[in-house]
């Protein structure tokens, strides 16, 4: 018996004796939770009818944007934020009302306030 027939010979006898007592059938998927199965209908559902449930990210960015939460955050900031202050933003955004967003618009929306920040902050 060669190496390789004793390493995999025993997982390929199993997966022939598999298919010999099913041939054709395709493999038994475990069941689904039943919330994991709510949540397939209704996305299926919304999609059929061409809407979704879930709040938009354009629609998200807007509200979010309307809050005054961005220019709050970018002032708190004054106008300067690192790698560890945009990511700590991102998460406290995951766990918002405004929540799916997408994270290159909000960094649009911060930059774009940063860059029209009064001149008298910029001296400062």
């Known amino acids: 018996m060669s190496l390789l027939n004793k390493l995999f010979g025993k997982k ?3 997966l022939t004796s598999q298919r010999a007592v099913r041939p054709g059938a395709a493999a038994q998927q475990p ?3 039943p919330a994991a199965a709510a949540s397939k209908t209704a996305r299926s559902a919304s999609t059929s009818a061409g809407t979704s449930c ?3 990210p354009a629609s998200n960015l807007e ?3 309307r809050s005054g939460a961005p220019s709050r955050w970018v002032l708190s900031h004054n106008y300067s934020w690192n790698h560890d202050d945009w990511l700590t933003l991102l998460r406290d955004l995951e766990s918002s009302e405004f929540w799916p967003l997408d994270p290159e618009k909000v960094g649009c929306v911060l930059e774009s306030l940063k860059a029209d920040r009064p001149l008298h902050a910029a001296a400062n």
């Open 12 to 14: 390929n006898q199993q």
């Open 31 to 33: 069941a689904a939770s």
């Open 54 to 56: 879930a709040p938009q």
């Open 63 to 65: 509200r979010w944007s």
